[in-house]
């Protein structure tokens, strides 16, 4: 009887707890498609407005011509929007060349060493090592390093798990106290005996393939001397930002990064997935840990950084699509923010420092495709201000030709990023692009300005942040 009691006791508490699921993901998609619904309504009512602004518009124009600022400022805006044009189209050109490397033989795969620092990921980073593991790439040639960045929860606990599980295929550290994801991370760089480092965050899964495919080039390509991988969001089954964020990702991966890969100068290889050769890690390993910025330590933006040294060296920096790793990202705005200021401010830092190489003789191979990137970045990072300025002044003398043009705008720009999503994966999903450039254009515009103006803060922002 008392069995029986229990196993009834046992069938409730999971019947409470499915329907408490079924209730919070039916509660995630009716506000997820008010949310579509609402983005559509606005963009839809925004294009038919610039339509009868149209007249206003021109007027605008008119009295734009009437002055010599507004005249310069009118052939400025020209300019830039032909450059734009053009450089799109040139990505285009080189998205539609770009092929992933298919992965060489279990013999000619080079020794490898998997970082993997971890800071107050609690189970996640057992999942984490556990997809690493079950990767089909030879266990003789692989040395998994999992390093306890002085996390104050449980996440040592579950690295310890990991251990019992994996055995001597897994060597963990816990440093004394928390230093960085940086120093983290030289530790793995420092004790590792691979021919070939790859980092991999520690709320992240690979797919089995992702490694072979990730190191092939370093066999296939002599000048190979970092590879980017790529990252895909995790956690987008329910809330809104990660669904966005998504999509993003998939535009900034499998597009620029392609396109980035045929120039052979990949700007940066992403924490969550990363290889480096060995030589090229150690040529520039007492730089990369000792960098400092405006005077002080950096403790941001390893990864571009690391990314930067390599470059430096000649070596090519290349993307393999085929090599996928699932990442957590920020479920709520504080976070999201967070992240993007560390990511500008990073930005901001590494590309004054490749300013100080890029024109140089660094590569014996072609250098355009560096000093392209370069420039485009450069040029987004000098106009930030006056594009700021001239938005501010819009939106004070003609705030409804500002927000009628701009979600116009949104609209037509984001078809493109939608149209890819849609062609690589789903419809369904691909429309969060609209919803995530309408939050990036009204709610985010502010991170880049205050990255620039803020550049030489410290602080990784995000460490406390729950996703």
């Known amino acids: 009887m008392h069995r029986i009691m229990a196993q009834k006791g046992t069938e409730i508490k999971d019947f409470i707890q499915r329907k408490r699921r079924f209730s919070n993901v039916s509660k995630y998609r009716l506000i997820n498609g008010v949310v579509l619904a609402g983005t559509f309504f606005i963009l839809a009512g925004s294009a038919l407005g610039a339509y009868h602004l149209q007249p206003h518009f021109e007027q605008f124009n008119i009295d734009r011509m009437g002055t010599v600022f507004g005249m310069f400022f009118l052939i400025l805006s020209l300019v830039l ?13 080189l998205y539609l060349r770009y092929k992933p490397i ?29 997809s690493i593991a079950n990767s089909d790439y030879p266990q003789e040639k692989l040395q998994l390093l999992a390093i306890d960045d002085g996390s104050k929860d449980d996440t040592w606990y579950w690295i310890q798990q990991a251990k019992n599980e994996l055995g001597d295929r897994l060597t963990i550290f816990k440093q004394p106290e928390n230093k960085g994801k940086r120093h983290a991370l030289y530790k793995g760089f420092t004790i590792g005996t691979g021919d070939v480092f790859v980092t991999i965050d520690s709320d992240s899964i ?7 495919n990730l190191v092939s080039p370093f066999v296939t390509q002599e000048n190979c001397g970092a590879v980017a991988g790529n990252v895909r969001v995790l956690n987008n089954q329910k809330a809104m930002l990660p669904k966005m964020l998504n999509v993003s990702f998939v535009m900034s991966f499998e597009f620029v990064r392609s396109a980035e890969s045929m120039l052979g100068s990949v700007l940066c290889t992403p924490g969550a997935l990363a290889a480096y050769k060995r030589e090229a890690v150690f040529n520039c390993l007492e730089e ?13 933006g390893e990864d571009r950084a ?13 993307f393999q699509r085929n090599a996928h790793v699932l990442t957590n990202v920020p479920e709520q705005y504080k976070g999201l923010y967070k992240m993007f200021i560390r990511w500008g401010r990073s930005n901001v830092r590494e590309n004054i420092m490749m300013a100080k190489y890029v024109f140089t003789n660094f590569r014996t191979e072609s250098k355009f495709g560096a000093r392209l990137l370069f420039f485009n970045q450069s040029l987004n990072i000098v106009m930030t201000y006056p594009f700021l300025i001239f938005m501010l002044f819009f939106i004070i003398t003609h705030p409804v030709l500002f927000l009628s043009s701009t979600l116009a705008s949104i609209f037509v720009l984001s078809s493109f990023p939608m149209l890819f999503y849609a062609k690589r994966y789903n419809f369904s999903e691909s429309v969060w692009a609209y919803t995530y450039s309408v939050l990036y254009t009204f709610g985010l515009f502010w991170i880049t300005p205050y990255a620039i103006a803020t550049a030489g803060k410290r602080g990784w922002l995000t ?4 996703a």
């Open 306 to 318: 690391m990314t930067n040294m390599i470059l430096k060296q000649g070596y090519e920096v290349l």
């Open 288 to 300: 990369w840990i000792n960098q400092t910025f405006m005077g002080q330590p950096s403790d941001i």
């Open 81 to 93: 929007l032909f450059y734009k044009l053009g450089f799109s189209l040139y990505q285009v050109y």
């Open 206 to 212: 690979v797919k089995k393939d992702t490694l072979r």
């Open 463 to 466: 460490r406390e942040i729950p």
């Open 102 to 130: 298919q992965s060489v033989s279990d013999e000619e795969l080079p020794t490898c060493t998997i970082i993997v620092p971890a800071y107050n990921e609690g189970k996640l980073v057992w999942e984490t090592l556990k």
